[in-house]
């Protein structure tokens, strides 16, 4: 399920930027089609499920760039060799834009957004009832279906005691990296230019369970050290160094079990719940609200919902 609403996704995202190529006039969805690169240890032990549906997907010979530059440099740095690497082409998102987008096109088709903290003392049913007010004091009148899209947050406002925290801490640098490279194995590092922002994205960690929403200085070296191997177009600080911008941690909705996407009643409300997406949120965006879409049609018997997706 979780593969097929990442190739749900990425085949949307290419749609998506054909017609943005296709109208000068079309709003910018902050995506960009780039090289990616994956850089690993040795060749993975399981076959790398996307490959068929991702565009210009090839085992990258590592006698030529990229491979053979990084691993010069990994050498010097006494950083272990990446020995096997792929490429391929796919999208990259610059977020805070595209998070906009989403949010001018949902207003174009009639969506109104109301901001409110709810209750997580007492239940699914206090925070349901708590937002249904919210509505009715808009004049909005009752609510057909809820779609409970909490996140993290999941935990406290419904009990889900299978959610958790995947504490990540990234660094955001001056200039746009040519293409997107992940190294996995003996380092964990990305980068991910930001189209059209002029600054890119360098990670990184996955804590599994950490809560602290300090920086953490120590890691923010190790990005930048490992990923001057990695976009070493980047280094154009004075000192030979990155220009950094910012240093930021966040939390990914990580879900024992996977998302969780389903039907429920609550009293006599009903809800489609739908978080725990985990680091992968953005990549399973399209395949999931779909099945949302589907479940709240379910849910409501059909008539009134359709997707514009
Ligand atoms: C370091 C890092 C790296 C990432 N890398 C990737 C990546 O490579 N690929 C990818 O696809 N995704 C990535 N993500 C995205 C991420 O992992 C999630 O999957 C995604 O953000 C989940 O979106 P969501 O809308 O389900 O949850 P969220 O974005 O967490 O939204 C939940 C919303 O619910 C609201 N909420 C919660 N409780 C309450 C309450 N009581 N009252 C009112 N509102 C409430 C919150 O305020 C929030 O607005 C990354 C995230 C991080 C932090």
């Known amino acids: 399920m979780l ?14 930027l054909e017609r943005e190529a296709h109208n000068a006039s079309a709003p910018k969805s902050g995506l960009k089609m ?45 950083l272990t060799k ?33 901001k409110a903290d709810l209750p997580v003392d007492g239940g699914l049913e206090k925070a349901l009832a708590a937002a249904e007010q919210v509505m009715t004091a808009k004049g909005r009148g009752g609510v057909d279906c809820f779609v409970n899209a909490t996140g993290l947050g999941a935990r406290k406002v419904c009990g889900d005691e299978a959610m958790h925290p995947i504490r990540g801490q990234t660094v955001l640098v001056k200039g746009e990296a040519i293409a997107t490279r ?44 490992e990923n001057r191997n990695l976009a070493p177009e980047l280094l154009t600080g004075a000192d030979g160094g990155f220009e950094v911008i910012s240093v930021q941690c966040g939390f990914r909705p990580g879900r024992e079990g996977g998302p969780r996407l389903e039907r429920e009643s609550v009293g006599a409300r009903r809800v489609v719940h739908a978080y725990g997406h985990g680091g992968a949120g953005y990549q399973q965006s ?12 379910e849910s409501t018997g059909g008539s009134h919902v359709f997707s514009r997706l």
């Open 3 to 16: 593969c097929d609403w990442e190739v749900q996704t990425y085949e949307y995202w290419v749609q998506l």
């Open 182 to 225: 992940t190294r996995t194995g003996a380092n964990y590092s990305y980068c991910i230019p930001r189209p059209g922002s002029g600054t890119t994205i360098l990670g990184g960690v996955k804590e599994k369970g950490n809560w602290n929403g300090e920086i953490d200085d120590q890691t923010t070296r190790q990005i930048l050290e």
């Open 286 to 297: 399209v395949g999931s609200a779909r099945l949302v879409v589907r479940l709240v049609t």
């Open 82 to 114: 990446a020995l096997w690497g792929v490429g391929l082409r796919a999208p990259s998102i610059n977020v805070p834009k595209y998070l906009l987008y989403l949010q001018d096109r949902a207003r174009g088709l009639g969506v109104e957004i109301l």
């Open 34 to 78: 780039q090289d990616s690169y994956h850089f690993y240890d040795a060749r993975p032990t399981q076959a790398l499920w996307w490959s068929p549906f991702v565009q210009s997907f090839r085992q990258l010979p590592p006698m030529q760039e990229p491979l053979f530059s990084l691993n010069q440099t990994a050498a010097t740095r006494g």
